[in-house]
């Protein structure tokens, strides 16, 4: 993967596919994907996005697939380490049609996905923000959850950020999610993520 990118974070995901018809699924559709069976770097054929096994101190842990096309996936990434244990799963999914207010839609879309999976969970903060890759900004939606539980396995982490960006390349979406333990200072570790995954998206 080369170039470099520069990001710009209010605080530190992502949660989305497509579904069969190519009109944006939400994370509960989590049970209808395929994993793909891939041990080296992914690259996606059809967005041209790359997906490597490695990204500093994170580890690729599962590939999936969300239609029967192949045009929405997910890669999850984990740091599981003694002090630190965050999870970050990238997806990329055909853009909607549409503009205004679409992405703010779909934040509160996916926003009521991680409160599904994580009862318990209670947004606290919602804002804008932007990443900067290969020189373009790109404007997208933010979404920060605490968690009363303290953390003890991946299914009941003490924080959620959601990072949603639209109308990528003009065909595609991308969405990020981390999960971290809540006295983690995770922003500069999502941030380095953010940066050293250089999106290598094309217009289809």
């Given at each position: 993967m080369k170039g470099a990118a520069r990001?710009?974070?209010?605080?530190?995901?992502?949660?989305?596919?497509?579904?069969?018809?190519?009109?944006?699924?939400?994370?509960?559709?989590?049970?209808?994907?395929?994993v793909l069976a891939i041990a080296g770097d992914y690259r996606h054929e059809l967005s041209g996005m790359?997906?490597?096994t490695k990204i500093a101190e994170f580890?690729?842990?599962?590939?999936?697939?969300?239609?029967?096309?192949?045009?929405?996936?997910?890669a999850v990434y984990a740091i599981d380490g003694a002090t630190t244990n965050?999870?970050?799963?990238?997806?990329?999914?055909?853009?909607?049609?549409?503009r205004g207010d679409r992405c703010r839609g779909q934040?509160?879309?996916?926003?009521?996905?991680?409160?599904?999976?994580?009862?318990?969970?209670?947004?606290?903060?919602?804002?804008?923000?932007?990443?900067?890759?290969?020189g373009r900004s790109h404007a997208g939606a933010h979404a920060t959850f605490v968690y009363d539980e303290p953390i003890r396995n991946e299914r009941w982490p003490s924080t959620a950020q959601i990072y949603l960006f639209c109308n990528v390349a003009?065909?595609?979406?991308?969405?990020?999610r981390f999960t971290h333990p809540r006295e983690l200072n995770a922003a500069p570790i999502i941030e380095d993520f953010m940066t050293r995954l250089i999106w290598t998206l094309?217009?289809?």
């Open positions: 990001l710009f974070l209010v605080a530190g995901l992502v949660v989305l596919a497509g579904c069969q018809n190519q009109r944006s699924a939400t994370f509960s559709t989590r049970g209808q994907a395929t790359e997906f490597p580890e690729r842990k599962r590939l999936l697939q969300y239609d029967r096309a192949g045009r929405s996936v997910s965050i999870t970050a799963t990238v997806f990329v999914f055909p853009a909607r049609a549409g934040l509160e879309s996916a926003s009521a996905d991680l409160v599904r999976v994580h009862p318990g969970a209670r947004r606290d903060a919602v804002d804008d923000t932007t990443l900067v890759q290969a003009e065909e595609w979406q991308v969405e990020y094309r217009v289809v």
